[in-house]
T-cell receptor, first 116, second 116 residues
Framework: DQQVKQNSPSLSVQEGRISILNCDYT??????FLWYKKYPAEGPTFLISISSIKDKNEDGRFTVFLNKSAKHLSLHIVPSQPGDSAVYFC???????????????FGQGTILTVHP | DAGVIQSPRHEVTEMGQEVTLRCKPI?????LFWYRQTMMRGLELLIY????????DSGMPEDRFSAKMPNASFSTLKIQPSEPRDSAVYFC??????????????FGPGTRLTVT
């Protein structure tokens, strides 16, 4: 049972354009969402996050949007750069009973390729 | 500062052999997570510890898998006996949890396991 889904295995974008990566979730208890970026032969690194009390969070070229009613979030990268080419993972967490220990549920990942 | 350290980086073994993966979390972090990455399922959480105590091992696929955290600076993931379907990249991650959960996890570079 995949509680966090990234339905697009890959995305190809031209440099300078917008990249939009999508993520859907099924668990209504999720209250915190993160995006991680992963380069080959490295571990994932934290990129940006959003709490369920917000619908948008921005950090430089990266913006995450959350639509709780649709159980959907997206990551926008504007403008896209060749160095953004990586695998992007969506992750979610649920603080159940006041305790989560920071447990994250990850999606399958989307491979982003930004062409010069 | 040293990040999360994993060893070995690559492991090739024959079916039926015992495999031990090692992880040293970031100093001061009190939560440790073991993940497995495959193309089909993305990043799967296998087990996680808080203050050296296993909290949730429901992601461990079979009894062939076991994990220990004897102290705050070391953890092992053991597979005995190993099977070809265990071939994957195994990541260790750590974080610092207080009464308010911190969801940002820091990942090691991973161990690529190949079982022939």
């Amino acid at each position: 049972d995949q509680q966090v889904k990234q339905n697009s295995p890959s995305l190809s974008v031209q440099e300078g354009r917008i990249s939009i990566l999508n993520c859907d979730y099924t668990n209504s208890m999720f209250d915190y969402f993160l995006w991680y970026k992963k380069y080959p032969a490295e571990g994932p690194t934290f990129l940006i996050s959003i709490s369920s009390i917000k619908d948008k969070n921005e950090d430089g070229r990266f913006t995450v949007f959350l639509n709780k009613s649709a159980k959907h979030l997206s990551l926008h990268i504007v403008p896209s750069q060749p160095g953004d080419s990586a695998v992007y993972f969506c992750a979610a967490s649920a603080c159940v009973g006041g305790t989560s220990y920071g447990k994250l549920t990850f999606g399958q990942g989307t491979i982003l390729t930004v062409h010069p | 500062d040293a990040g999360v350290i994993q060893s070995p980086r690559h492991e090739v073994t024959e079916m039926g052999q015992e495999v031990t993966l090692r992880c040293k979390p970031i100093s001061g972090h009190n939560s440790l997570f073991w993940y497995r990455q495959t193309m089909m399922r993305g990043l799967e959480l296998l087990i996680y510890f808080n203050n050296n105590v296993p909290i949730d091992d429901s992601g461990m696929p079979e009894d062939r898998f076991s994990a220990k955290m004897p102290n705050a600076s070391f953890s092992t993931l053991k597979i005995q006996p190993s099977e070809p379907r265990d071939s994957a990249v195994y990541f260790c991650a750590s974080s610092f949890q207080t009464s308010s959960p911190s969801y940002e996890q820091y990942f090691g570079p991973g161990t690529r396991l190949t079982v022939t």
